[in-house]
C-alpha cells in the first residue's frame, strides 16, 4: 500500500504561516539572483535566511497601517535584519513573491493529489480483479441492459483514474512556474539572469513573459483539472449511491457497529459518505468556473482575481484531497451483495438476452427487422404479463423454424457476457 498524505497535511499548506515561509523563500531566492550579477554582496542571502524572522501577529499588526499585506510582511522580516535587509524585495513587485510562492503551494498541493489518486488506484485495481467475474445487471437510462461483472465497473473507474493521474502530473508541470520580472514584467529593474537564478534555486521554471503576474490560463488549467477529478470521483459516488437503494441493494457503504442513519428512523443506512463527497463535487465545479474568470484581468494586470483565489484555491485542494481518500475508503471497506445482484439480473423475466436472441436468428438466415420485430413482441409480452421470455421464445414457431431447442438455450447464459473480460483487463492493468 502506497503511504499516504493527511488531510491535516494538504491543509498546512494553506496556513498562514507556510503562505509567508514560501514568501521569504522567494524573496531569498531573488537575492541569491541579485548575488550572482554582481549587484548584492555574496553572503547576504545567507545572511537574511539566518536572521530573518516574523511573527503573524506582528504582520497583522503592521497590516492595519498599511493596508498591504506585502509591505507589512517585508516590514516585519526587515525588524529582524540589518543592511542586508536593503536587498530584500530589491527592484521586484509584489506579485513577483505571491505567485511564485503560489507555484511552490500548487506543486505541494499537486503531489498531495497525484498520492490519492495513486492509492485510489491501487484500490480500484485490486476490487477489479476480486468482482472481475461477479456477475450483475448492466444499465443505461437506469434501465437493466446485459449482463456485465461488477469488476468491469471498477476496470472503468481505474481507466479514468488514471487518465486523472495524467491530467495531475500534466497540471503540475504547466502550475510550476515562476515570475521575477517586475512591475509590468519587463524586466526594468530587474534582470532576466535574477529570474533564472532564482526560479532555479527554487525547483521551478521561469515563465518566458509575464506582464505583472503569472498568467492565469495556467491556474485555470489546475483548477479545472481539479473539477475533472471532482467529477470522476463524484461519478463513482453517485454509482454507490444507486447500488445502496433499498429497491437495488447491491452494494452499499460499510455502516459501522453504533453508527445512526436517522434520528427518527432506527432502520435508515443511508450512503452519506458518498452524497458528501457529490455535494463537495459542485463546490470544485463552481470554483472551477471562477479559476476560468480570473483569466481575463484588465491589461497587464488588476486584483478582480486575488479576492477569490484565496478562497477558491485553498478550498478547492483541500476538498478534492479529502474527496479521494474517502471515495478510497468508500471502495476499501464496500459491502457487495452479491446474491442481490444475481437476484437483480434476473428480475426481468430473462428480457435482458434479447439482442443475442435476435443475433442469433440473423446468424441463421433471418432479416433484421423481422427478428428485431420477432423478439421485441416476445420481450414486452414478458415485460407486461410477468411471463419468461425464455419460455415465449421456446414456444414462438418464428424462432422454432429457424434454432434448435438447445441453440435458444445457449442465449441465455449470463457468462457469455464476460468472455471478453480477461482481454479487457489485459488492456487496461498490463
Not at 521569504?24 to 550572482?36: H, S, T
Not at 446485459?146 to 491530467?167: D, H, Q
Not at 478534492?320 to 459491502?335: A, G, H, K, P, S
Not at 449470463?414 to 487496461?428: A, L, S
Amino acid at each position: 500500500m502506497i503511504e499516504r498524505y493527511t488531510k491535516k497535511e494538504m491543509g498546512e499548506i494553506w496556513e498562514k504561516e507556510a503562505k509567508f515561509k514560501r514568501w521569504l523563500k522567494v524573496e531569498i531566492a531573488v537575492v541569491r539572483g541579485w548575488e550572482d550579477v554582481g549587484v548584492a554582496p555574496k553572503g547576504t542571502a545567507d545572511k537574511i535566511e539566518e536572521k530573518a524572522r516574523f511573527s503573524i501577529k506582528r504582520i497583522d499588526e503592521i497590516e492595519k497601517v498599511t493596508r498591504h499585506d506585502v509591505v507589512a510582511f517585508l516590514e516585519a522580516v526587515k525588524e529582524n535584519l540589518g543592511d542586508e535587509g536593503d536587498y530584500l524585495h530589491f527592484g521586484i513587485t509584489s506579485s513577483d513573491t505571491i505567485d511564485t510562492a503560489m507555484a511552490l503551494a500548487f506543486c505541494d498541493a499537486a503531489d498531495i493529489i497525484i498520492r490519492d489518486i495513486e492509492v485510489l488506484l491501487e484500490t480500484t485495481k485490486r476490487k477489479a480483479y476480486e468482482f472481475k467475474e461477479t456477475l450483475m445487471i448492466g444499465r443505461s437510462h437506469g434501465i437493466h441492459g446485459e449482463p456485465i461483472s461488477f469488476g468491469f465497473v471498477f476496470a472503468i473507474w481505474y481507466e479514468e483514474l488514471k487518465r486523472n493521474l495524467k491530467r495531475m502530473q500534466d497540471a503540475k508541470e504547466n502550475i510550476a512556474y515562476g515570475k521575477i520580472s517586475g512591475s509590468m514584467g519587463t524586466f526594468a529593474n530587474v534582470p532576466p539572469e535574477v529570474e533564472e537564478k532564482a526560479c532555479e534555486s527554487l525547483g521551478l521554471k521561469y515563465a518566458n513573459i509575464s506582464s505583472q503576474i503569472i498568467q492565469r490560463d495556467r491556474y485555470a488549467q489546475y483548477m479545472t483539472t481539479l473539477a475533472v477529478i471532482a467529477s470522476t470521483v463524484d461519478k463513482i459516488a453517485t454509482q454507490i449511491r444507486h447500488y445502496q437503494r433499498t429497491e437495488v441493494r447491491e452494494a452499499e457503504e460499510f455502516f459501522h457497529k453504533g453508527q445512526k442513519g436517522s434520528s427518527s428512523m432506527p432502520h435508515k443506512r443511508n450512503p452519506v459518505l458518498s452524497e458528501n463527497i457529490c455535494g463537495l463535487a459542485r463546490l470544485v465545479r463552481g470554483n472551477a468556473l471562477v479559476a476560468m474568470e480570473n483569466v481575463a484581468l484588465w491589461h497587464e494586470r488588476d486584483i478582480s482575481h486575488s479576492s477569490n483565489e484565496r478562497i477558491i484555491v485553498p478550498d478547492s485542494n483541500i476538498a478534492v484531497d479529502f474527496m479521494l481518500q474517502r471515495l478510497n475508503n468508500i471502495l476499501d471497506n464496500l459491502t457487495v451483495y452479491k446474491e442481490n445482484m444475481l437476484k437483480n439480473l434476473n428480475l426481468t423475466n430473462g428480457v435482458i438476452y434479447s439482442q443475442r436472441v435476435m443475433l442469433a436468428l440473423v446468424e441463421k438466415g433471418a432479416d433484421k427487422k423481422e427478428a428485431y420485430e420477432a423478439v421485441q413482441k416476445n420481450a414486452m409480452d414478458a415485460w407486461e404479463n410477468d411471463k419468461s421470455f425464455e419460455e415465449l421464445i421456446l414456444k414462438d414457431e418464428f424462432v422454432k423454424n429457424l434454432m434448435h431447442r438447445s441453440e435458444i438455450k445457449e442465449c441465455f447464459d449470463p457468462k457469455y457476457y464476460i468472455r471478453n473480460v480477461d482481454k479487457i483487463f489485459k488492456r487496461i492493468f498490463d
